[in-house]
Nanobody
Framework: QVQLAESGGGWVQAGDSLRLSCAAS????????MGWFRQAPGKEREFVAA????????YYAVSVKGRFIVSRDNARNTVSLQMNSLKAEDTAIYYC??????????????????????WGQGTQVTVSS
């Protein structure tokens, strides 16, 4: 099993930047593709960004592409989400997740929540306009 813990959430103003981190333990971190999802009040959980297990491939939701950057440090068992030019609509609880399958191609970047098997408890990001 893999345990995940997000950190770095908080309150910021529109246009500001924020960096979220996710620390993993209990598994072979380098064997898992990792993803970020978010959920706003009254809305379904939505995909934000994902990164392949070796960090060579990434994928972003259209709503955040060009503003957010996902990265990982397999030596430190962490994945990060750098959020720039934040907007009020980015307000949500952000979750990091590890893919359900621990082994895949180096280009495996899942986007569906059902493709992830391990989830953190989330960190709140609030952006005021």
């Amino acid at each position: 099993q893999v345990q995940l813990a997000e950190s770095g959430g908080g309150w910021v103003q529109a246009g500001d930047s924020l960096r979220l981190s996710c620390a993993a333990s209990g598994g072979a971190f380098g064997s898992y593709a990792m993803g970020w999802f978010r959920q706003a009040p009254g809305k379904e959980r939505e995909f934000v960004a994902a990164i392949a297990r070796d960090g060579r491939a990434t994928y972003y939701a259209v709503s955040v592409k060009g503003r957010f950057i996902v990265s990982r440090d397999n030596a430190r068992n962490t994945v990060s989400l750098q959020m720039n030019s934040l907007k009020a609509e980015d307000t949500a609880i952000y979750y990091c997740a590890a893919a359900a399958r621990s082994v895949g191609t180096i280009f495996f970047v899942p986007r569906g929540s059902n493709e992830y098997g391990y989830w953190g408890q989330g960190t709140q990001v609030t952006v005021s306009s």
